[in-house]
């Protein structure tokens, strides 16, 4: 079985009655419900756990923000390589159908149906630097602020790590004057399409990294559906996906 990408800590199964898993066997169980996108009770026997305790497991590593962890000691590897590119970041969103929950809505962009928005918003090369998700109703903008908040209060205090993109490029739906006002206020460029004045394809030189980031995230087939009971395992499982391209990255480039 191969090695996780980054040891995990070990989270105590709660009255299972069974053996603690192995982080590894754990470990490749979830990327392979990530990537194949199957349901737990399908989990198949060869990992050698049942279909509840991968799910259990996963659940508490997901309250306890491992998941999330994962994807930024990762990304902290990358920025030690140089290999992050902060000259400027790329925002943008897509719609995936979802069951009915508090961070559900109808999607304007699929008659109406049931839908979440995720938001990711990624580096000059097509990085994730982090993810987001949203109901389907919400508009784009008010996404733009808690994004890059969250970048920008991502840093390690042992070590003064700080990330924030020099310029950020977005489309039309992240056009507004006060978030243009904001942005300015934190010093970072803005380089959104403007609302009438001109077209979005000119963002097409900068845009198409986040493109293929998506086309990357959605690859993996547990992100096609927002099937999870609760939105934070859906954005877990999102985190998950981002630090698995981020990790793909890293390895090409220190190999």
């Known amino acids: 079985?191969?090695?996780?990408?980054?040891?995990?800590?070990?989270?105590?199964?709660?009255?299972?009655?069974?053996?603690?898993?192995?982080?590894?066997?754990?470990?490749?169980?979830?990327?392979?419900?990530?990537?194949?996108?199957?349901?737990?009770?399908?989990?198949?026997?060869?990992?050698g756990i049942s279909k509840?305790?991968?799910?259990?497991?996963?659940?508490?590593?997901s309250r306890a923000g491992v998941w999330a962890r994962l994807h930024e000691e990762v990304l902290h590897r990358l920025d030690d390589g140089g290999f992050l590119d902060l000259s400027r970041a790329v925002l943008d969103s897509a719609h995936v159908r979802a069951k009915k929950d508090e961070l559900t809505g109808t999607s304007p962009v699929d008659r109406g149906k049931q839908g979440s928005g995720m938001?990711?918003?990624?580096?000059?090369?097509?990085?994730?630097?982090?993810?987001?998700?949203?109901?389907?109703?919400?508009?784009?903008?008010?996404?733009?602020?808690?994004?890059?908040?969250?970048?920008?209060?991502?840093?390690?205090?042992?070590?003064?790590?700080y990330l924030k993109p020099q310029r950020l490029y977005a489309d039309k739906a992240?056009?507004?004057?006060?978030?243009?006002?904001?942005?300015?206020?934190?010093?970072?460029?803005?380089?959104?399409?403007?609302?009438?004045?001109?077209?979005?394809?000119?963002?097409?030189?900068?845009?198409?990294?986040?493109?293929?980031?998506?086309?990357?995230?959605?690859g993996h087939r547990r992100l096609n559906h927002h099937c999870e009971r609760y939105p934070r395992n859906h954005l877990a499982f999102l985190g998950l996906a981002a630090a698995l391209c981020c990790h793909k990255r890293l390895a090409r480039l220190t190999t």
């Open 174 to 218: 992240y056009d507004a004057p006060h978030l243009r006002k904001w942005l300015r206020g934190k010093h970072i460029g803005v380089r959104t399409a403007c609302k009438g004045a001109e077209s979005s394809e000119r963002l097409g030189r900068r845009k198409w990294v986040i493109e293929r980031t998506m086309s990357w995230l959605t």
């Open 1 to 47: 079985m191969a090695e996780p990408l980054i040891p995990l800590p070990k989270v105590q199964p709660q009255g299972s009655g069974m053996q603690d898993t192995p982080d590894e066997t754990l470990f490749a169980a979830i990327i392979y419900v990530l990537v194949s996108g199957c349901a737990w009770r399908a989990l198949p026997p060869c990992f």
């Open 52 to 61: 509840s305790t991968g799910h259990r497991r996963f659940l508490i590593g």
């Open 119 to 161: 938001h990711v918003l990624s580096d000059a090369n097509g990085l994730p630097l982090l993810v987001g998700i949203s109901a389907a109703n919400d508009h784009d903008s008010l996404a733009l602020k808690p994004v890059v908040q969250g970048h920008q209060t991502r840093h390690d205090p042992h070590r003064g790590r």
